[in-house]
Structure formats: structure tokens, C-alpha cells
């Protein structure tokens, strides 16, 4: 868990969909650290370009693996202004259903965690399943989504198009 992080559903600029950003405020969102060689910031600069990259101090870090020790600058990329997603940005679901079965090689808990420390989840969301629009869709399997499904009963059903 990041204390201090604020993570929403905002639209970015892509054409179609919103994606998820992270401000600096109140609040906490959990997520995942890892390692990447300072030559290759340059390459993550670039694909995130619209969001900046700023240091994160070590003690707003909780690691929640036992043993686990922050060596190293750590860095988190953030937007100071979030957009809400509407009905022609909504929230994809193929994107939701992407991060969340990331979420779920962790744990159910650490994706119960995801959903509950995002902010925007009553934004428009579209079911694109059949015909996603998020075009990097990875490691979903069917029972993943099952338990996706499931994790959502809490925020309101995405609508088709």
C-alpha cells in the first residue's frame, strides 16, 4: 500500500476509453513495484508521456510481502488534473478485466484491495468483451472473469453499446 496516492478512472485522451491515473493526495492504493534499470526510464517517460514521473518516498511504501525490502529509488507516475469518464471516454471493460486478472495472480485480496482504493467506479463503463477496445487485453482466462464479475457487484453494471 502507497499512502498519500489517489488512484481514479480518467480519461487521458485516448479516442475511445479511460484509463486509470494516480494523483498525490489523501488517500492510499496498493500496487506492485517493480524493478526497472534506470536506462529504461527513458522508454516508460515516453509511454506514459501526459503523466509525470516524480520520486516516491520509501516510508509511504507498506510492502505487504513478508521479507520484501524497497532498495533503490522508487518512482510512480501522476496526472495533476483527473478527468471524469463519460459515455463517449467510458471505463472499458477489457481494460478493467485486464488489470484486475494482474490483480488476481496476487490474490483476490489484493484485487478486492484494487477495487476498493480506486476512485470513479461510478463513471459509465462499457462492455466490450466481445470486441474490446482496450488493445493490449492479456492473461484473462474465463474464470477470471467470473470472479471479476463477482468482485463488481458493488459498482454499477457497464452498458453496451
Known sequence: MVSGLQRHWGHTGSPVMSHLVVREGEGQ?????????????????????GYQRVPLDSKRIQVLEDGFVVEGPVYVYVTDEVV?????????QS???????????????????FISSTLGWHFPRIDDRRQPVY???????????????????????????
Open 29 to 49: 492504493c496498493n500496487g506492485v513495484l517493480i524493478h526497472i534499470e534506470d536506462d529504461a526510464l527513458e522508454v516508460f517517460d515516453i509511454r506514459e508521456a
Open 84 to 92: 471524469a469518464p463519460c459515455y463517449t471516454h467510458p471505463i472499458a
Open 135 to 161: 488493445q493490449r487485453v492479456a492473461g484473462i482466462e474465463d474464470s477470471d472473469r467470473v470472479l471479476i464479475d463477482n468482485m463488481l457487484q458493488c459498482c454499477p453494471r457497464p452498458f453496451k453499446r
Open 95 to 113: 481494460y478493467v478485466d485486464t488489470v484486475l486478472a494482474g490483480c488476481l495472480r496476487y490474490s483476490a485480496d489484493f484485487a478486492e484491495c
